[in-house]
């Protein structure tokens, strides 16, 4: 009797398993949540690409502000249309426009509305700008030395040797026996300036070239 009673014992989770399906009980079933492994890269990249944009205004205008959102992102990258976008804090402009290029650079130029019932009919042509010798001067010491030397480093990094930049301020260069356009430079030197801007960097090692549309820089 002992005998069966351990036996009894040893099996009693089978045995109250067999009564259960026997007696139509249903064992509980355990809540199970799915849990999302792979990250959103749509949503990663929407972020970064914002970051990117935002930062690379900030290194132009500390106190620059844009706001782009998801549809914005999309469009721009997956289906190749430039942006409009409104901005805040930059003096003199209220929009920006925003253009992918195909190596995933962004390029950014700005511009300001105006209402076109204010514009005269009889508006003169205005003459080209030109900076006189201490304006020149002002404009090489406080920002186009740092800015210069900035492009040259970036694009030695990419294993570049030259780049030139044209008169709307596009930073060009050869690639795979293309022109590119790389960044762009908002107020570089009218025309009429470039041979001072060419005296002004003699001394620093870089190679300057002048023609009809562009300056060159070799190093």
Known sequence: MS???YFLYLNRKAIAVRWSKKTGKKQPRKN?????LEPDYKKLFVQQAALR?????????????????EADIIRLAYLKRPLCVAIEGVDGFSHMNISMTEDGMF??????????DTILDDQ?????????EVQMERWYTLKGQHMLTELVT????????????????DV?????????????????????????????????????RINEKKMTFMW
């Open 124 to 132: 003169s042509e205005k003459q080209e700008h030109t900076l006189d």
């Open 107 to 116: 390029r950014m130029s700005l511009f300001t509305l105006v209402d076109f």
């Open 32 to 36: 199970t949540a799915l849990v999302q």
């Open 172 to 208: 060009v260069v050869q690639e795979n026996g293309k022109y590119v356009v790389k960044d762009h430079v908002l107020d570089f030197p009218p025309k009429k300036n470039w041979l001072d801007l060419k005296k002004m960097m003699m001394d620093t090692g870089i190679k300057v």
């Open 154 to 169: 970036e694009m030695n990094q990419q294993g570049f040797s030259r780049l030139s930049i044209q008169e709307n301020g």
């Open 3 to 5: 005998s069966i009673l």
């Open 53 to 69: 944009i935002q930062e690379k205004m900030q290194q132009k205008f500390a106190g620059g502000k844009i706001c782009l959102c």
